[in-house]
Antibody, heavy 119, light 110 residues
Framework: QLQLQESGPGLVKPSETLSLTCTVS??????????WGWIRQPPGKGLEWIGS???????YYSPALKSRVTVSVDTSKNQFSLKLSSVTAADTAVYYC???????????WGQGTLVTVSS | QSALTQPASVSGSPGQSITISCTGT?????????VSWYQQHPGKAPKLIIY???NRPSGVPDRFSGSKSGNTASLTISGLQAEDEADYYC??????????FGTGTKVTVL
């Protein structure tokens, strides 16, 4: 059974870089046809798609965040990661990682991790 | 790339049917049959309930159904049950090879 688990600091200072990792278990991140994505949800607000990456490192980013986001993949560790630079309080959110299948379905999600941006 | 537009809230009595709309543009909802719907209970991760406009993953009750007309997709819940009370989000593939979510709809079972 596929499982995804986010990890990383829960508190980041303004102007610094937010870094999160998603560990995939119960399946291989290198499976052809799958993408691996990041989605966030500010407290009390809706979902926002951040970006996605394939095992071959082909990536796509939300135009709104593209200048600050990098998603990378480490197939040897079965992990993929998110970096968001120059964070502000507006980046405070629960960050989810998810598997993205052909057809645009995010079919398996991590439990989410709250990241607060504050000094 | 703006969020897809959903009604903020929809309510219904047990057993009734409700429909949630999701309006986008020809660059997302109207241009592709890659519309998904997600159910999210408080404090939980979203759960996929509809993909490719009208397909249900295994295990999702058949009282959840999806459709699309032009730039608007819809999710219908028939035979509303207490456990259907949750937030619902649509999502669509876009012409930029990215994805966009809807603004979200809170479903209340009266």
């Amino acid at each position: 059974q596929l499982q995804l688990q986010e990890s990383g600091p829960g508190l980041v200072k303004p102007s610094e870089t937010l870094s999160l990792t998603c560990t995939v278990s119960g399946g291989s991140i290198s499976t052809s046809g799958y993408y691996w994505g990041w989605i966030r949800q500010p407290p009390g607000k809706g979902l926002e798609w951040i970006g996605s990456i394939s095992y071959s490192a082909s990536s796509y980013y939300s135009p709104a965040l593209k200048s600050r986001v990098t998603v990378s993949v480490d197939t040897s560790k079965n992990q993929f990661s998110l970096k968001l630079s120059s964070v502000t309080a507006a980046d405070t959110a629960v960050y989810y990682c998810a598997r993205l299948l052909t057809g645009g379905l995010h079919d398996c999600w991590g439990q989410g991790t709250l990241v607060t941006v504050s000094s | 790339q703006s969020a897809l537009t959903q009604p903020a809230s929809v309510s219904g009595s047990p057993g009734q049917s409700i429909t949630i709309s999701c309006t986008g543009t020809s660059s997302d909802v109207g241009g592709y049959n890659y519309v998904s719907w997600y159910q999210q209970h408080p404090g939980k991760a979203p759960k996929l309930i509809i993909y490719e406009v009208s397909n249900r993953p295994s295990g999702v009750p058949d009282r959840f159904s999806g459709s699309k007309s032009g730039n608007t997709a819809s999710l219908t819940i028939s035979g509303l049950q207490a456990e259907d009370e949750a937030d619902y989000y649509c999502s669509s593939y876009t012409s930029s090879s990215t994805y966009v979510f809807g603004t979200g709809t809170k479903v209340t079972v009266l």
